[in-house]
């Protein structure tokens, strides 16, 4: 109507603003789909872990202490020495895991002197050029993590 009441009026830069904004959002809806799309890909992949550790899991059950009761493929404990009960459990799956019986994915990251995967409680190496990095608390002989930094054997004996 105002093109009609007024004749300076132009209504061609409303049009090509009309135009751009509608290419924007075409634009943003496209983003969002790729990036909804990347979204599942990380949901799948997260899901295919948690199966894979469940079945893990269920592998190693046996070695579980009593009181640990196995449901719908986690692991949930009796009320009853938390503490205890969770150093039991993660010493079990450590030592399964050492003594190779459980099976896990080959393109895994070794770590540790002992070469295994990341399992259990672990600590770095303060050293930033350290070869291995990253090591089981059990496979050098901690208990509880340190109060002070960290260096492994081969950092300490380099004089770090």
Not at 48 to 77: M, N, W
Not at 79 to 84: G, H, L, T, V
Not at 110 to 122: A, E, N
Request: hydrophobic content about 30%; glycine content about 6%.
């Amino acid at each position: 109507q105002l093109a009609k009441t007024d004749p300076d009026f132009d209504e061609e830069p409303i049009k090509k603003r009309f135009e751009a904004l509608i290419s924007r959002r075409q634009e943003a809806q496209a983003s969002v789909d790729e990036q909804m799309k990347k979204i599942q890909r990380l949901y799948d992949l997260v899901d295919g872990r948690i199966t894979y550790i469940d079945s893990c899991t269920k592998e190693i059950s046996h070695l579980f202490p009593q009181g640990a009761v196995e449901r719908g493929g986690s692991i949930r404990k009796k009320k009853r020495k938390k503490a205890n009960m969770d150093d039991a459990i993660s010493q079990s799956v450590e030592d399964a895991f050492l003594d190779g019986a459980v099976a896990y994915d080959p393109n895994e990251p070794l770590y540790c002197t002992c070469r295994q995967i990341s399992f259990g409680q672990m600590i770095a190496c303060e050293n930033p050029d350290c070869a291995i990095e990253w090591f089981h608390f059990g496979c050098v002989g901690l208990k509880a993590e340190p109060n002070e930094p960290w260096y492994c054997g081969q950092c300490r004996d380099s004089g770090f």
